[in-house]
């Protein structure tokens, strides 16, 4: 790639950068897109929704400014801890790449430009220049002037470790924080025990009763009973959908009373047809529930619920008993967390569907690129002649077959990327887990090594997946082999990051999608009065997203140090619009308390260590022998380290201390509100699909509320 | 290796045995070995020091009657828990080589026999025929008869697993069985907190104190706090050896009565200067107890009592302080079996010698043939004879030069390999374990790893130790590289089980080096009347042992089906001597509640697979194919039932759970001796050095007890 061709690319995305920016801020004042761009703000009633008419037009950067404002004190308190960690991850990177930045920049650049140069450069028109004369491969082999990037590689590497430590154990004590703040809330004091062995004759209520009286006495409250309710659950669910239905179709009581011809002249569906059917579906779900709760019927699971903290706790740590694999107990998500259709699982079932899941994810992430890569192979002219004889005409423009070329192949393995996150998370939906944040955990983790294997991975060693897979498979030559092909790739990574990067967070800002949905909406049906939708957000996507630039900057600072200005500046693109969105668009549904974190600290080790293995292949490569062994330790202490801060900080993560938590009780000991808190946490934990429902006669706007009052109408 | 060659050593050997059990049979009756071959019947009163001056020399197979005869349940009360899973280890092997050896001898045999064998037998002179005719070697490449053996190694495989599953079973049950039938026991109520952090001013038994009144308020009862006490201990020890030398030296008052003048004529060390010294070391001993008792000398690290076995358990598992590098719990070992000298080490140092030890045994483990290849390189004649000028008359005689070459290298690496377990059980001590019994524990596990490289892989890859590093560098070629190695050592190990395996066995039951010591002593000092010394079981140095056996013929037993009868008869010869020794010479020093069975179990499902990759690697070189396709799952499963099994059944190694604490609570609830048993808790965990002691004057006999009654001279 040339100087030239790569200055094009930035100017073009730079000059869509700041034409999208313009073009949203006058977007998201039209009161119709409040829906896309501003739902939060919608629903908290903060935004007018009349506004000038003329101040509309007139573009403004005033929302960076707002993005900008607010503490993380705030945000803490509109978004969660997660929410937080989101940030700090986005200002980590930037903090490293300031540091990486100046070093590659102002140390590395030069030296690979003007050291013991390999290509001569053209001073006429710089433009005309490879990138390759900014990258290492420039320097000659044995050329002393590598001693700076080997200093440049330890010096980055202690920054990073310190950061990683400090920034570890930041976010451990805001969690600690985070709790000591909380008030006190059902899933503190409930833990969910699983495998509750069948005893002959009793049920599994009676069971868990006697347990824990026998085996907790002292701080045993009670516990609810899981059912399995997919069949009662998916009537609820038809009734909730109709009932919305026929909601919607029904205009409120003073639209009939003014216009009571057009109800139903326009609709030919009758009010008591839908009046009917949701009576029906009542009596489905009542039976339902019935047979459901009957004894017999239940998982071997139950939510068992202490009267403190502590003796929940207590509870999940300890081992129960003699057989390792009955009451086994794991901390309580919080009430609407819970995933209720995965209950079912026993103890071999749930370690075999992990086991396959694994499997799968291992499979889908090695093999993700055949497919992608046969539908690319489409796209090249002949066989697209040959498939559909009748473009043969549009396909010998020139410029149509440059884009089908040029842009068709990296646009479908876009496209299919996009699609790995919504398949990863069902993946971790099966897989187990008892609530949604544990979900979108497992499988934030599995898009992100499969981001690394199929985008980093594969782009360098572009070849059939087997050969990828023998690169595994003979470990002794994997630094050399990566040595060979990381570099060779840098001004496609750095065409990506301007390319790929920037746009990936124009679409964030845009919400394209939902953008798109609620214009084709509001056109067909315009006067549609549709309830709020709040979006979470969705951390398994955009998290990994961010952490692979994050590693592309790692693994490229000394190869190619021209990447770290185009990095920092998708950092710093990403940091106004994700807070933007915090602040705008993303409501939490559930709070992990950090738990993303030490995901990103194991990615950032991961670069860590990919990058010491790249340099000590370049070493060798360079036929640096002395700078190659002295290199070797490096990966070794980072491991160390790591393996240090999961020692120190990962069981903050895993579960609160003792300490904090009699501190919390002791606090609540005298706290007149705790009797009724008690009595709610009885049934904090009841299966939504069990609850009574009454649709029928009601006009109760609430659907959201399960729960809904007696025949108003 | 001929036949006859085989048959020989059979022969030598087999008469070696029956010569050594008749010879021991005798020995073991004379009155002055009673301390070598009996000193546990000795101490317990039930061995009859007077005999009949004629039956004593008369052989006889009565012991091994005896030693056949006891039940599991007696050998449990007598040996402990740990006994019990040694024996069954034995037992174990017993049943796998029974059904392996029907397999191996009556189907693989006459397979490999005459099958499509490569080597023509000659019938005339069976022991004319190689060993070869026996071994899988002999089949031709892609023989229909292979499947004989793959039918057998996935026989094979499922009948271990089955047996491993219920053994484990067995054992983990035992251990809860063995725990429920127990007293009351310090260890129990107790778990050591380490890393206790300093707060400014207060004394490190306030913080300990205040930490469990405030988080564990309802079933802390107390604490001892660790000090420093090396120096003390060193004088004490001192003392202790000054004390058994003068009261050695010192006869009985009767004695001293019937002939006073002898007692000053032999010894020209008056009674006085022992008192003297004895005295001053007593003053000194107090300084330092008063010295290291102060505050601010204490060790961050105390052993906290609860008031129940529950209350022990909560504080044990659940993490203690928001940094989890402080109040760190682990279970408190049986007070005699602590380890006082490395109580120093905080978070970070522990961390640390751990890492350093690790890579420590693996440098030994690798590194441990290089020197003993160099010294076994100095046994070929011309270098001996050039060191030793002086030799070369003795080394031309043909027997001489004989053993030298044939013997004397493997005489060498069989002793260099007897003190491995020292060497790795000093290594396992600094280590930063608390207990002795961990500290074996973890040198079992050391010497087990030790022993499989450097007895099998060293063997079969003869050659220098880094070309065997590149293998594990190189994992594709593994099972190939072993399918061709392995089988090529056959007769090498089928000689090595008659040879090495029976007489290690020999040298267990005759106890060589201390008969020895004890021979030497006596010839010296034959009047001496030492204090019987009962040696403790050293497992650390039996189990890799027994293990390694195990490992040769599961990883044999298709390849060369003829070891099988061999190790089949070790077997039977290790389950009698040691079944002997138990009964005769080890006492239990402590019990770690058959913590050593997860060890035996790992260490039997890396043989399976070692196996089972020797097998897929020996299918891939006889071309066969579907059959090596077949083979790839079998690993797969045998680890997968390994992990259940980990699941399934180490929580019961690594703790005990709430039902079987709750259960034993409950049942002291109204005991009335748990007031006794309270009082001696509070101090059972006291420092010995710390304890007063009072030598000069005294006349006691108990050394063992530290607190010596006050001067009754």
Redesign the interface.
């Known amino acids: 790639m040339l100087v030239s061709a790569l200055l094009m690319s930035v100017g073009i995305n730079s000059c869509l950068c700041v034409l999208f920016f313009i073009l949203y801020s006058v977007l998201r004042k039209q009161p119709h897109n409040y829906e896309v761009f501003l739902p939060r703000r919608l629903a908290a009633g903060t935004s007018k929704r009349r506004r000038n008419k003329v101040a509309r037009y007139i573009p403004s950067v005033r929302w960076i400014w707002k993005s900008w404002r607010p503490s993380e004190k705030e945000l803490m308190e509109s978004s969660g801890l997660d929410g937080v960690v989101f940030m700090r991850m986005i200002t980590f990177s930037l903090k490293v790449f300031l540091f990486a930045g100046i070093i590659g920049i102002f140390v590395i650049l030069p030296v690979n430009c003007f050291g013991d140069q390999i290509i001569q450069i053209d001073y006429a028109d710089w433009s005309a220049n490879s990138l390759d004369i900014f990258s290492v491969a420039n320097l000659k082999i044995n050329s002393p002037w590598l001693w700076v990037h080997f200093g440049a590689i330890y010096l980055v590497t202690a920054y990073i470790c310190c950061l990683l430590y400090f920034e570890f154990r930041y976010i451990g004590?805001k969690r600690?924080e985070h709790f000591h703040s909380s008030k006190p809330q059902p899933h503190q004091f409930t833990i969910l025990v699983r495998n509750i062995p069948s005893s002959d004759g009793s049920s599994v209520s009676d069971s868990v009763d006697r347990?824990f009286t026998?085996?907790?006495f002292?701080t045993y409250l009670s516990h609810v009973v899981i059912h399995r309710t997919s069949k009662v659950r998916s009537i609820v669910d038809r009734a909730k959908k109709l009932y919305k239905q026929a909601k919607r179709k029904k205009p409120d009581p003073h639209q009939v009373k003014r216009t009571p011809m057009r109800f139903f002249s326009r609709k030919d569906t009758p009010e008591g047809h839908y009046e009917k059917v949701l009576q029906e579906l009542e009596h489905n779900i009542r039976l339902g529930q019935a047979e459901v709760s009957s004894p017999g019927k239940e998982v071997r699971a139950a939510f068992v619920s202490f009267k403190s903290r502590y003796g929940g706790?207590?509870?999940l740590?300890?081992?129960?008993?003699?057989?390792?694999?009955y009451w086994l107990t794991e901390p309580a998500p919080e009430p609407h967390d819970v995933h209720w259709p995965f209950f079912s699982a026993s103890f071999m079932q749930k370690?075999l569907a992990k086991?396959v899941i694994v499997f799968a994810c291992l499979l889908l992430t090695i093999l993700f690129l055949i497919p992608v890569v046969l539908v690319q192979g489409l796209t090249n002219l002949p066989a697209l002649e040959f498939v559909f004889p009748f473009l043969t005409l549009i396909l010998s423009m020139k410029i149509v077959s440059q884009i089908i070329t040029g842009y068709l192949p990296s646009l479908i393995l876009q496209t299919s990327l996009k699609i790995v996150p919504p398949i990863m998370e069902f993946l971790s939906s099966i897989q187990g887990h008892i609530c949604h944040s544990e979900i979108q955990k497992s499988a934030c983790n599995k898009v992100i090594w499969f981001t690394i294997w199929n985008v980093f991975f594969a782009t360098v060693f572009s070849g059939s997946a087997f050969s990828k897979l023998s690169v595994i498979?003979?470990?002794?030559e994997i630094p050399v082999k990566l040595a060979v092909a990381v570099p060779a790739q840098a001004s496609f990574f750095i065409a990506y990051v301007v390319t790929t990067g920037w746009t990936d967070t124009l679409t964030e800002l845009f919400r394209v999608v939902p953008f798109m949905v609620s214009y084709v909406k509001r056109s067909l049906e315009p006067s549609d009065d549709n309830e709020l939708d709040i979006p979470a957000m969705r951390y398994h996507r955009d998290t990994p997203r961010v952490l692979f630039f994050g590693l592309l900057g790692i693994t490229y600072f000394f190869l190619a140090p021209l990447i770290l200005p185009f990095i920092l500046l998708y950092f710093c693109l990403a940091y106004i619009i994700y807070r933007n969105q915090f602040i705008n668009v993303y409501e939490p549904k559930y709070e992990t308390g950090g738990m993303f974190w030490p995901m990103i600290h194991y990615t950032m080790i991961f670069s860590l260590v990919l990058m010491q293995a790249i340099a000590i292949g370049l070493f060798a490569l360079k036929k640096m022998e002395l700078a190659t062994y002295l290199l070797v330790p490096l990966p070794v202490f980072t491991l160390?380290f790591n393996e240090?801060c999961r020692?120190?900080?990962?069981?903050?993560f895993?579960?609160?201390?003792?300490?904090?938590l009699?501190k919390r009780d002791r606090e609540d000991r005298h706290d007149p509100r705790m009797a009724e808190f008690y009595d709610k946490l009885v049934t904090a934990y009841q299966d939504p699909a069990l609850l009574p429902l009454r649709f029928s006669g009601s006009r109760n706007d609430s659907l959201t509320s399960p729960l809904l009052s007696s025949n108003e109408v």
């Open positions: 004590l600690i347990f026998e085996n907790h002292s706790a207590m509870a740590h300890m081992p129960q008993s003699i057989n390792p694999t370690w086991i498979l003979d470990p002794k160390l240090f020692k120190r900080f990962m069981p903050i895993t579960a609160y201390p003792a300490e904090v009699t």
